[in-house]
Every structure is written in structure tokens, then in C-alpha cells.
Nanobody, 126 residues
């Protein structure tokens, strides 16, 4: 069974930074991309960022552009999310996901991902 484990969350003040990490374990697998989603209480699970292994590029939600940077290592199925200039509205559980089809169309859709971590809490105070 493939397992994803996130780390790096915490409680910070607005304007501060956090770096999230995600690592896969268990059986080996192949995926075209890895991504970060976030979910606040009572809200939908929203796309944050994805890294495309085949193109070596990144895709960001509008809310993340200019503030967040995704990076990773395909060989180890690891991914990171550097979050700068954090805002209170960034408060959510951040989840790592992988096991997605190769078409970029699916990268922003939570339902397209097969494997998920349990999430790490990010809380930004004003």
C-alpha cells in the first residue's frame, strides 16, 4: 500500500513562511505529477499547486501564485511546498496527493488523484 506523509505545518503569524514536505513510502509506483491541496473546515478541498514530472514545470492556483513554490524529486516521490507571505485565509489542512493521469486537465481536480496523505495543519493568525 502506498502511503504519503506530510510534515512542516504549524501556527504562524501573517507574513511569515512555512515549508511543507511530503514523502511516499510502501510499494513503488509511477505518477505523472504530485500536488498539494488544502481544505478548511466546512469548505471544499481546493487545489494549491502541482509539479509535472514529465515537463518539469509547475501549476499554481491563483491564490498561490507569487507566494508559493512547489518543488520535488521524482525518483524519491517527494514534494515540497515553500509558502511565503502567509495570510489568514491560507489556514487549512494541507494534503499531499499523487497517482494522477498524465493529462494536465486532471492536475487541479482532487477526484483524479489515487493516493493521499492525512494532511498537516497550517494556521495563520492575523
Amino acid at each position: 500500500q502506498v502511503q504519503l506523509v506530510e510534515s512542516g505545518g504549524g501556527l504562524v503569524q501573517a507574513g511569515c513562511s512555512l515549508r511543507l514536505s511530503c514523502a511516499a513510502s510502501g510499494r513503488t509506483f509511477r505518477s505523472y505529477a504530485m500536488a498539494w491541496f488544502r481544505q478548511a473546515p466546512g469548505k471544499e478541498r481546493d487545489f494549491v499547486a502541482a509539479i509535472n514530472w514529465s515537463r518539469g514545470g509547475a501549476l499554481y492556483a491563483d491564490s498561490a501564485k507569487g507566494r508559493f513554490t512547489i518543488s520535488g524529486h521524482n525518483a524519491n516521490n517527494t514534494v515540497y511546498l515553500q509558502m511565503n507571505s502567509l495570510k489568514p485565509e491560507d489556514t487549512a489542512v494541507y494534503l499531499c496527493a499523487t497517482g494522477v493521469p498524465g493529462d494536465r486537465f486532471f492536475y487541479t481536480r482532487a477526484g483524479a488523484y489515487e493516493y493521499w496523505g492525512r494532511g498537516t495543519q497550517v494556521t495563520v493568525s492575523s
